[in-house]
């Protein structure tokens, strides 16, 4: 991270490992009014009343060009099956960290429950495991994290690759990376991943994804919400 967690642009995520900064960023609300104004050869040096009745009637009606001309660059750590799902989402610029050549820290995620699934495929619903489920999951998941971390150094040591060495270790492991899109592309990310059917762990990384950008595009975040967080 670029700064201490008592930057406002930097969000705690999956602690103690996992956090989420917005690191840069260049648009505003007054940016998508502008973009859609220019058809009638027409510009707006601040906003107010009119401009924020313009926002609102773009995202309901669903125009979605005039929120693209703007940029956010995120920094992440997160798990790495976490990072899989995210960038199943082919709407913006990613650069990770790379096992082939670091050696990898010995952070892994923990859940704090265990979960139940239920349901058919496409439609599964997911509930709270017993005390007895939630135990035998944490201890099941810290021997494993203990036992593969020790054979990843074990291989380290005695002069494997990196890139041969890495696949040992599980997909809870963190890793970090550089997300960078434009308004439209993260709200489309958003209207998925804050959904309540969404991965609890995904869900919490976009909803800290949310609140950056709502401090940047307050009016842009308020009409999305509004509207049911449909992507324009």
């Known amino acids: 991270m670029s700064n201490t ?13 996992g956090w989420i900064e917005l690191e840069s960023h260049n648009g505003s609300d007054l940016d998508v009014v502008n973009a859609a104004k220019v058809s009638f050869a027409k510009h707006s040096t601040e906003f107010g009343k009119e401009e924020n009745g313009v926002l609102k009637f773009l ?8 929120f ?13 099956f976490v990072i899989r799902e995210w960038q199943r989402h082919r709407i913006g610029s990613y ?3 790379s096992g082939r050549y670091v050696e990898l820290r010995p952070d892994f995620y923990t859940p704090d429950e265990a979960r139940i ?5 496409g439609a599964y619903t997911f509930t709270k495991g017993s005390l007895l489920q939630t135990d035998q999951l944490l201890r099941t998941v810290d021997s494993a994290n203990k036992s593969a971390f020790k054979r990843y150094q074990h291989l380290i040591k005695a002069g494997i690759a990196k890139e041969q ?27 998925l991943r804050m959904d309540e059917s969404a ?6 990384y976009a909803n800290a994804m949310f609140e950056l950008w ?19």
Do not use: W
């Open 214 to 232: 709502r401090g940047v595009m307050p009016s842009t975040a308020k009409a999305f919400t509004e509207t049911g967080r449909i992507a324009p």
């Open 95 to 97: 650069n990770e960290e």
């Open 5 to 17: 967690l008592s930057n406002p642009d930097i969000i705690r995520v999956l602690p103690p490992h």
């Open 117 to 121: 699934q239920k349901g058919k495929p």
């Open 68 to 80: 693209e001309h703007n940029y956010f660059k995120f920094h992440v750590r997160a798990p790495i």
């Open 199 to 204: 991965m609890y762990e995904i869900r919490m």
């Open 59 to 66: 995202m309901r009606e669903r125009h979605g060009s005039p």
């Open 165 to 191: 060495a890495r696949i040992v270790l599980p997909n809870n492991i963190y890793s970090e990376f550089y997300f960078s899109c434009n308004a439209r592309s993260l709200m489309n990310f958003l209207s």
